[in-house]
């Protein structure tokens, strides 16, 4: 079974540039995660979506972040302006919908976001 | 001891030796726990995962313990490996109703030869 897909793995930028990720989670799961994490610590949710529609987003700065999964299947996140405090790793995870309860989420590689 | 910043917990052993890792969770209502290790450059992998009914579950290798009463999980790992050095995090499901974690500081584990 392929795992979670990120692109790019890396990327540089200047702080008020915009930048853009993609994820594609595995095969079937309803559900996709993006997480931001900086350096030594653990991964913080951004925002989660069940199919297409957003269930929280509660920790998205929604005044430079957006994210969107058209179709229920791909995602992207971007960041614009971009500032300094954002140079993290931005994990991409995805886990099946079950009838109820929590299961474990499959990680993507993440991409490196270094901003100058 | 608690992580700032950078400075993680690290857990220095030898390898063959048995290693214990601890996690303090925040929410007496959490119902799910899990177990994550995270290499370097990688995304954080499945290790082990509990439910709020149990107190204890064994995997190949790995045991996770859940204590309700003070709020820890700790995750054992037996005859530890080099390839077991990585960061470590335990993460819990806080009954949202969806599958959404809380991520752990994360402790680095070190296995010499």
């Known amino acids: 079974e392929a795992g979670v897909a990120q692109s790019p793995r890396y990327k540089i930028i200047e702080k008020r540039q915009s930048v853009a990720f993609w994820c594609n989670p595995i095969?079937?799961?309803?559900?996709l995660y993006w997480y931001q994490q900086i350096l030594g610590q653990g991964p913080k949710l951004l925002i989660q979506?069940?199919?297409?529609?957003?269930?929280?987003d509660s920790q998205l700065p929604k005044d430079r972040f957006s994210a969107e999964r058209l179709k229920g299947v791909d995602s992207t996140l971007k960041i614009q302006p971009a500032k300094l405090e954002d140079s993290a790793v931005y994990l991409c995870?995805?886990?099946?919908?079950?009838?109820?309860?929590?299961?474990?989420?499959?990680f993507g590689p993440g991409t490196r976001l270094t901003v100058t | 001891g608690e992580s700032v910043g950078l400075h993680l917990p690290t857990l220095s052993v030898q390898e063959g030796d048995n290693s214990i890792i601890n996690c303090a969770y925040s929410?007496?209502?959490?119902?799910?726990f899990i177990w994550y290790k995270q290499e370097s450059g990688k995304g954080p992998q499945f290790i082990i995962d509990?439910?709020?009914?149990?107190d204890k579950r064994q995997g190949q290798r790995v045991t996770v313990l859940l204590n309700k009463t003070v709020k820890h999980l700790s995750l054992q790992i037996a005859a530890t490996q080099p390839g077991d050095s990585a960061v470590y995090f335990c993460?819990?499901?806080?009954?949202?109703?969806?599958?959404?974690?809380?991520f752990g500081k994360g402790t680095m584990l070190l296995v010499s030869p």
């Open positions: 095969s079937g799961h309803a559900t």
């Open positions: 509990i439910r709020s009914n149990m």
């Open positions: 979506f069940q199919n297409n529609g957003v269930v929280d």
């Open positions: 929410n007496s209502a959490s119902d799910y």
């Open positions: 993460a819990e499901n806080m009954n949202s109703g969806y599958s959404t974690l809380t």
């Open positions: 995870a995805s886990s099946p919908l079950r009838r109820q309860g929590a299961y474990e989420q499959y």
